[in-house]
């Protein structure tokens, strides 16, 4: 039975149809960009501040957005892989359709993957995730790379490199729903979008 959201905007269904996103995905969509735009905000801040109170708030800011996006990943693979996906129209070209498949694969590895990658390099260094009002453990590590300087310090090239491809997938994805918006002129940036209002 479909769910549906009522009131001062278009009833939606929560989950997705074959015409455009249930309200779902569409709010775990948006939260999802608003998180990866802290991480990389407060990434890019943190050189900006000497090390004392300020530098570790920036830090915690950086973790606390990091693991939402770890979470807005795993909340999604349940109505992506469930729900039907909203039909494009009109219909895209074969080998669009496989480029855009892969990009969405990407940006489901580098939510889990970014994350993952540093706080693996915390562990490494036998450090915690410090957040505010509570602390999150190490992961649990082999004894061999436990405490392991040079584990952390690859573990930590690994995450940077992946925040640089990051910028590149996210722009990727952003530029080619304002090129299917304004000059393709099909529905996929509007599936995505919230329901208009009632009128």
Known sequence: MAIVICGPYSAMSLLNSEKRFGSLAIALHWLTL?????????????????????????KSVHFCAGL??????????????????????????????????????GLYLLMFLLPLFGWLSLSAKGGA????????????????????????HWFKEIHELLADLGYLLIGAHAGAALLHHYFLRDNTLTRMLPARRAR
């Not at 608003?34 to 004392?52: N, R, T």
């Open 34 to 58: 608003l998180a990866f735009i802290a991480a990389y905000a407060s990434m890019e801040l943190e050189d900006a501040f000497p090390k004392g109170p300020a530098r570790d708030l920036v």
């Open 68 to 105: 939402s996006v770890l979470l807005m990943g795993i909340l999604r693979l349940g109505p992506y892989l469930r729900g039907p996906m909203p039909v494009i129209a009109p219909p895209l070209a074969a080998w669009q359709q496989g480029l855009a498949r892969w990009m969405h694969r």
């Open 129 to 152: 995730i410090s957040l505010p009002g509570f602390t999150l453990p190490a992961l649990p590590l082999p004894a061999t790379l436990a405490g392991n300087a040079d584990a952390a």
